[in-house]
C-alpha cells in the first residue's frame, strides 16, 4: 500500500538516531506506520552532531529502511529533533502600557511580535514556550477582553548555540539532499506525549535520561518553568565500569544487567563474572565495586537534576512530582535514589493514550519515545509529491494504404490482315486487270506484221518483272 500523506521525523540521539513516519487522524491522534534505527554514536556526542558527514549517510541509509516500508512511497522531507547540550530556557518579558484600555487579541499578537524579534547575544532561538500574563502584576491566564492599564508577556525562550539549528537545517540538508521541513525542541515535545495537562498545573517535572545527557524539563501552573540540558549521560556509568578492566560492550552488559543506583551492601561478597578486556579471558568482580562505580555516578546526575530544579524555583514545592523517562531510567533503583533524595513523587513515563491511536507499545518503547513525540509535533506533509507528466495530444497518423501499382498491359496493335482467301482474290483482280490493260497496250504497239518471236520474249520479260515487283509493293 503506497501512503500519499504522512508525516516523518528523525531523533538524533547520542547513541542511536531513529527514523519514524506516521499520519495523523482527524482529532490529531498518532498511528505509526513504521520506525527504524541507525547506531550514531561515531557522529554525535552530547545530543550534538559533529560529524556531518557520517551523520548524512546515516539518515540516508535510515529513510531507505524507512521507504522500503511504505509501499512504494518516498520521503521528501523530514522533521528532525534537537536537545543537545548548549539548550537551554532563558526568561524574556514584553510589556505594554494599556491606560484605561482592555486586552485583545491584536494586544497578545504584537507582544508576540516584539518577543519573535528579541536576539539574545551568541544564541539562537529555537523555540518559545507559551507566555505567562500578568495584568498591573497580577496573574492572568485568560487575560482577552479584560481591562488593565499594563500588561507584561513573561517568555521562556529555548536557545542554544546558532551552531545546533545549523547542522541540521543546512549541513545535513546540502549532504543528505532532503529538505527539513522543521527543527523542534525534542525534551519539551516529549513532555507534551508523556505528561497531562493536570500534572503541568499542579507541577511537575519530566527528567529524560539519555546515553550523552540528561534533559528536565519543568512545569508550574501550567506554564513551562524551565528547560536545562545536563551534560552527563548513563554513557558515563557506562565508561566508569570499563575502567575495571572491561571492553565497552561488556561494561554497557554489566551496568545493564547487575547496575543499582543504591549500594545493598547485602551483595557486598557476591562476584560478577565478566570478560576482560583482552578479549581471551573472563574474570571475576565484586558486585560491590560494580555498584560503588554505578552509585558515584547516579549519585553526580541526580545532584545535577536537583540543582536545576532549585533554579527554577519548583525543588521544595508541594505537591511537585517527576516523571522519568529513557533508557537511563531502567537502571535499577533509579526511581527509588530520585524519590529519596527530592522527597517527591516518582514515575515512570507512559505515553498519553488519547495521542496515540496505532503503535501504542513501538511509542512506550524508551527507544521510540522522543522520535513519536517528534511526529505529533509535526504538520506538514513529508510524502515526496511528483508532478505527474503532462499528457501529450495524442496524434493520430493517417492510416497509408499500400498503393497498388497499376497494371499496364501492353496491346500490340497489329494490323488485321484480310482473309487469304480475299487477298488472292484481290490479287487475281489486280493481275486480271493489269494483264488487260497489258494486253490493250500491246494492242496498241502491236506492230503491223505481227509479233516475232524476239518481240514475244521481251514481252515475257517485262511481265515477268512487273509481277515481281508487285508482289514487292505487297509486301
Known amino acids: 500500500m503506497a501512503y500519499t500523506d504522512f ?57 531507505r529502511k524507512l521507504e522500503n516500508k511504505l509501499g512504494g512511497s518516498r520521503i521528501g522531507k523530514v522533521y528532525i529533533g534537537v536537545g543537545g547540550q548548549s539548550l537551554r530556557s532563558i526568561n524574556h518579558a514584553v510589556s505594554r502600557v494599556l491606560g484605561s484600555g482592555t486586552v485583545t487579541e491584536e494586544v497578545l ?102 546515553a550523552g545527557v540528561t534533559s528536565v524539563t519543568m512545569y508550574k501552573d501550567g506554564n513551562l518553568a524551565g528547560l536545562y540540558v545536563i551534560p552527563l549521560g548513563s554513557h558515563l556509568i557506562t565508561r566508569d565500569l570499563m575502567s575495571l ?30 570478560d576482560l578486556a583482552d578479549g581471551q579471558h573472563s574474570g571475576e568482580i565484586k558486585l560491590s565495586d560494580i555498584n560503588m562505580v554505578v552509585e558515584a555516578r547516579s549519585r ?61 507499545m513501538i511509542a512506550n518503547n ?18 515526496l509529491y511528483i508532478a505527474p507528466e503532462p499528457e501529450r495530444p495524442k496524434v493520430v497518423e493517417p492510416k497509408i494504404e499500400p498503393k497498388e501499382e497499376p497494371v499496364v498491359i501492353e496491346v500490340e496493335e497489329k494490323q488485321e490482315e484480310p482473309p487469304v482467301e480475299k487477298k488472292v482474290a484481290a490479287s487475281a483482280t489486280t493481275t486480271k486487270n493489269r494483264n488487260s490493260s497489258a494486253r490493250k497496250e500491246d494492242e496498241k504497239k502491236k506492230p503491223k ?9 521481251d514481252k515475257a520479260v517485262d511481265r515477268a518483272a512487273g509481277k515481281v515487283d508487285d508482289m514487292l509493293n505487297e509486301e
Not at 508541594?318 to 530520585?338: F, H
Open 7 to 63: 508525516i516523518a521525523a528523525i531523533d538524533l540521539g547520542s547513541s542511536h538516531m531513529v527514523g519514524m513516519v506516521g499520519t495523523k487522524g482527524p482529532a490529531g491522534t498518532l498511528s505509526i506506520i513504521a520506525y527504524e534505527v541507525e547506531n550514531s554514536d561515531t557522529c554525535i556526542r552530547r545530543g550534538c552532531v559533529y560529524n556531518i558527514k557520517d551523520a548524512a549517510g546515516k539518515i540516508v541509509r535510515l529513510i
Open 109 to 210: 499578537k504584537e507582544l508576540d511580535q516584539d518577543c519573535w524579534q528579541y536576539r539574545p547575544d551568541m544564541l539562537d532561538i529555537l523555540d518559545i514556550a507559551a507566555p505567562a500574563y500578568f495584568l498591573d502584576n497580577q496573574p492572568e491566564a485568560h487575560p482577552v477582553g479584560l481591562g488593565c492599564s499594563r500588561i507584561e508577556a513573561r517568555y521562556k525562550l529555548l536557545v542554544g548555540r546558532p551552531s545546533l539549528r545549523h547542522a541540521v537545517t543546512t549541513n545535513m540538508a546540502e549532504q543528505t539532499r532532503l529538505d527539513v521541513a522543521g527543527v523542534i525542541v525534542a525534551p519539551l515535545a516529549l513532555a507534551d506525549l508523556i505528561l497531562t495537562e493536570q500534572e503541568k498545573q499542579r507541577g511537575c517535572a519530566l527528567v529524560d535520561f539519555g
Open 245 to 274: 578492566g572491561m571492553l565497552e560492550k561488556e561494561a554497557e552488559r554489566v551496568k545493564r544487567t547487575y547496575g543499582n543506583a543504591i549500594w545493598e551492601k547485602d551483595n557486598e561478597q557476591q562476584m560478577v563474572t565478566v
Open 300 to 360: 553526580e546526575i541526580i545532584e545535577n537534576i536537583y540543582a536545576r530544579l532549585e533554579d527554577a524555583g519548583v525543588a521544595r514545592e508541594s505537591g511537585y512530582s517527576i516523571v522519568i523517562a529513557g533508557n537511563g531510567a531502567a537502571l535499577k533503583n533509579m526511581r527509588e535514589a530520585l524519590g529519596e533524595r527530592f522527597k517527591m513523587e516518582v514515575r515512570y513515563a507512559s505515553v498519553r493514550k488519547d495521542l496515540i491511536a496505532d503503535g501504542e
Open 366 to 383: 524508551p527507544e521510540y519515545t522522543t522520535a513519536a513525540a517528534l511526529l505529533l509535533k509535526g504538520t506538514e506533509n513529508c510524502a
Open 449 to 457: 506484221g505481227g509479233w516475232g518471236i524476239f518481240d514475244l520474249f
